[in-house]
């Protein structure tokens, strides 16, 4: 099924980046401009391995070594030349040497003699085949008798270099290491990985209403949630997020706030003061410092987003992404516009919401025209079938219901109502980034 994340064809008219003004932009529309617009940092730290989970490659890891160093065994066995099986009869061996695994190999093993061997230790030449010994008859400590057709020739050899090879990539630079690698690179006998360094992402609330928690609430307020969920989504994309605070609806505020944020990080993002019913100093204080596009995203929530680059005096600049204030439609607008752009800034490679197609439990009225996100939850059907259903109020400043989906149920622009039973994008967000 189509979803939102589907670039235009070359076919389609392109976006017209960073000068969509008013209008209706889809959401694909959004995603390719920015993509179109965005290039990555380019900053490299090196860091000790363990502390490199969750940071992004910024060059391949080349393999120094072979991975395993020589051929050895996978089992605690018999090892033994594999030519003398027999699919129709027992094979008696005799044990000739016991080998630990870090031991030196044995030589000289002859035709009809085998050798217990220990998992990872070396293969001894001109034996390539283990047998595990649960399945072998030991008889008087010498001799050991190997059933008929329980093993196989070649069975149970690890191959010199068949985890990693000398010289080639292990690990291609854009990835976002998870424990395996940071193990990988470990077993290359590396002690470091280079790295991107983390994005600096200023992040603030607008509006004179927003009331930091821990605050008295006066009459009429409401405290400040968007700052929270966003600095929490940009720590679990491993970025370093820097609370800027409040910034009260007027001029001076706002301008200063971008001018102090504009001197030390790569992206500004903000919530509220987007929409159609905020003062105008919004749009002209954003598009005074740099070039930003004010679009109205065909999508619900989320309609309002800004998008652009702002310019320091002392010629630093930093991408800006103002989200709607609502806090759904700002997370919403999050993950589906601002996400897998700060990834690709970050240095990342293509890092999108895992998706997938679920049964929807129920109708879901829409009409065709924009995109819209529900909140969903997603579970696995008797019949082994991902089932989704909408959660809680679908209002865009019910955050309780956000935080009760585990999924975005993806509804494309041009699709109109759901029935109940048909299949539906989602993407997964719970315990993800
Ligand atoms: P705005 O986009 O500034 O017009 O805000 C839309 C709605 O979101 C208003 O009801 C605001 O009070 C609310 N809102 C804006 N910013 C926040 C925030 N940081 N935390 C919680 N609610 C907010
Ligand atoms: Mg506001």
Not at 20 to 46: F, L, M, Q
Not at 57 to 75: E, G, K, R, T
Not at 143 to 163: K, L, M, Q, T
Not at 264 to 284: H, L
Request: with cysteine; glycine share 10%; aromatic share 6%.
């Amino acid at each position: 099924m189509s979803d939102a994340r589907h670039r235009p064809s070359a076919s389609e008219p392109g976006p017209n980046p960073l000068a969509a003004g008013e209008n209706n932009i889809s959401v694909e529309a959004a995603r390719a401009a920015i993509d179109a617009a965005i290039h990555p940092t380019t900053d490299v730290e090196t860091v000790p391995i363990a502390l490199a989970v969750g940071r992004i490659l910024a060059d391949d890891v080349i393999s120094p070594l072979d991975v395993p160093p020589h051929d050895n065994s996978a089992m605690d066995g018999f090892a033994f030349d594999g030519r003398a099986l027999d699919a129709t009869q027992a094979l008696t061996l005799r044990i000739v040497a016991t080998m630990h695994a870090g031991a030196a190999p044995v030589e000289g093993v002859e035709t009809g003699q085998c050798v217990r061997i220990m998992t990872g230790a070396r293969m001894p030449a001109g034996l390539d085949t283990v047998v595990p010994f649960e399945l072998c008859r030991v008889d008087d400590g010498d001799n050991v008798e190997i059933p008929a057709s329980v093993i196989a020739a070649g069975e149970n050899r690890r191959f010199r270099g068949e985890d990693l090879a000398s010289g080639k990539a292990a690990l291609t630079r854009g990835r976002v290491l998870r424990p395996a690698d940071i193990g990988l690179i470990a077993s290359l006998g590396l002690t470091t990985a280079s790295v991107r360094r983390r994005l600096r992402v200023a992040v603030f609330s607008t509006g004179d209403e927003i009331v930091s928690p821990g605050q008295p609430l006066p009459p009429n307020c409401v405290y400040d949630s968007n700052r929270f969920a966003l600095i929490a989504a940009l720590q679990r994309l491993g970025m370093e997020p820097l609370d800027f605070g409040l910034v009260a609806d007027n001029r001076a505020s706002l301008q200063d706030a971008m001018a102090r944020a504009l001197e030390d990080v790569n992206v500004i993002i903000t919530s509220g003061g987007v929409s159609a019913g905020d003062a105008d100093y919004t749009r002209d204080v954003m598009t005074s410092m740099g070039s930003v596009s004010f679009w109205k995203v065909a999508m619900r929530p989320g309609r309002p987003f800004a998008f652009g680059k702002l310019s320091g005096r002392n010629g630093r600049d930093a991408w800006l992404f103002a989200l709607p204030g609502n806090p759904v439609a700002s997370l919403v607008g999050f993950y589906s516009l601002a996400r897998e752009a700060l990834l690709k800034l970050a240095g990342a490679s293509a890092q999108p919401l895992p998706s997938l197609d679920a049964r929807c439990t129920v109708d879901i009225r829409k009409r065709p025209g924009r995109t819209e996100f529900q909140r969903g939850f997603v579970w696995l059907g008797d019949d082994g079938k991902w089932m989704v259903r909408p959660v809680g109020s679908q209002g865009a400043g019910i955050l309780r219901s956000m935080a009760e989906a585990n999924a975005l149920i993806v509804l494309p622009d041009n699709h109109g109502s759901t029935k109940a039973g048909d299949f539906v994008s989602v993407w997964l967000f719970d315990g993800l980034t």
